[in-house]
Each structure stands twice: as C-alpha cells, then as structure tokens.
C-alpha cells in the first residue's frame, strides 16, 4: 500500500459525459502527480500540483483540468469526454522537498468511455 | 532529462537474479538515475535511485558504471512476483521546494519470471 488512495477504482460513462477523479496524497506530501496511462501511449504526465498551486504541465488536454484542495487533496476533471479518453489514470505524491524525492503511485482509476 | 534505452523484454528463471541494463549515455552531472516498476495495470512503484555510487536496498542493488553512461538493476532472486515491467529514468536533481519532480516514463523492459 502506498498510502495515496484514488476514487474510484472504475468509471464507466458515455462520450460527452464530464466525471471528477479524486486523490488522497500521503500523509506529509505536498506533490500531486498526474499520470494518463492508455494502452497504446504508455504512462504520461498531464499536471502538478505543488501545495496548492500548479507547478507543471504536461500532455494535458483543454478538456482537462485539475486543482489541489487546501486539505492537499486533488481532482482531476474530464469532460466532453471521447473513447479515446479511456484509460489508467493514476495519481502520485511526493514530498515536495527536492532531496532524494521519490514518487508514489496510487491504484488507479480505470475509466471507460462508451 | 536524459534519454534511456531499455531492452523491451526479458526473461528470468525463478530463484536466479535478474539483471537489468539501461543505457543513459547523455546523463549529465546532476541527474540521478531511477528505477520503478509496474506489475499488470497497478501503480508505479519505486525500487531504488542513485547518482554515480552502487546502491543497495531490500528490493534491489543498482550498478552504476563509472562514466554512468549506464546501469543495471539487479534483482538478486527473482520471485514470480517480480514479473513487471521495470522503468529506468533519469531525471535532474533539483533542491527546491515544489519543483516538478515528474518521472518521464519510457516503455521500460518487461521482465518475466518463469517458474
């Protein structure tokens, strides 16, 4: 167990539909990561958050958005959503100190667009 | 980050160690090198990380070459469970709080223990 929870565990919705995923940090962790992990990209980053703030973009589409909640908690909100939205999200915490800083992973949410 | 190069498969015989290269022959000087895994469509998981020095911890020992133009992560007996796809990232080494410390994954090598 990694200590970083994420809710749900399986999504399924329509195409056009908007859905919220939900991440729980480790206790301590500043950093929140998120990763889209689909079968024929592989695992890529779309944002940070850093106590708060956003600190870093990655392949994150318009359609997509995120926030860190002052409990340190993240969402990460799809909408208008396509097929080719489905997949592995995950969500990762880290320190946020820099020194020997590691990454830790949640389970994932398993989305599916129909 | 610099770029890496892994084998895209192995195969290991249970009990036997697992040796895992990975190429980063443009490393510069303050990137670290690390090492996760992913088992069948569950999270990451970090193993183990170092700079130019071995490293040794309870899951694994990583062998960084002098030039650290390269590495190997050695799984000393391997387990079924260890079947995973293993990631090797390079990725700067920045004392700064709330710096982007984001991992950029590559297709990692996937390694099958076999009974």
């Known amino acids: 167990d990694s200590g970083v929870t994420q809710t749900p565990k399986h999504l399924i919705t329509a195409t056009g539909q908007r859905v919220t995923l939900r991440c729980s940090p480790r206790s301590g962790d500043l950093s929140v990561y998120w990763y889209q992990q689909s079968l024929d990209q592989g695992l890529q980053f779309l944002i940070q958050y850093y106590n708060g703030e956003e600190r870093a973009k990655g392949n994150i589409l318009e359609r997509f958005s995120a926030q860190q909640f002052p409990d340190l908690h993240s969402e990460l909100n799809l909408s208008s959503l396509e097929l080719g939205d489905s997949a592995l999200y995950f969500c990762a915490s880290s320190v946020g100190t820099g020194l020997n800083e590691k990454l830790f992973f949640g389970s994932g949410t398993q989305l599916s667009v129909l | 980050d610099a770029k890496t190069t892994q084998p895209p498969s192995m195969d290991c015989a249970e009990g036997r160690a697992a040796n895992l290269p990975c190429n980063h022959s443009?490393?510069?000087?303050?990137?670290?090198v690390y090492w996760y895994r992913q088992i069948h469509s569950q999270g990451p998981q970090y193993i183990i990380h170092g700079l130019k020095n071995n490293e040794t911890n309870e899951m694994a020992s990583l062998i960084i070459t002098e030039d650290r133009k390269s590495s190997t992560l050695i799984l000393p007996h391997a387990t079924l469970r260890d079947t995973a796809v293993y990631y090797c990232?390079?990725?700067?080494?920045?004392?700064?709080?709330?710096?982007?410390?984001?991992?950029?994954f590559g297709k990692g090598t996937l390694l099958t223990v076999n009974p």
């Open positions: 990232i390079v990725r700067p080494w920045v004392n700064s709080g709330g710096s982007n410390y984001k991992l950029t």
């Open positions: 443009t490393i510069s000087g303050n990137e670290y």
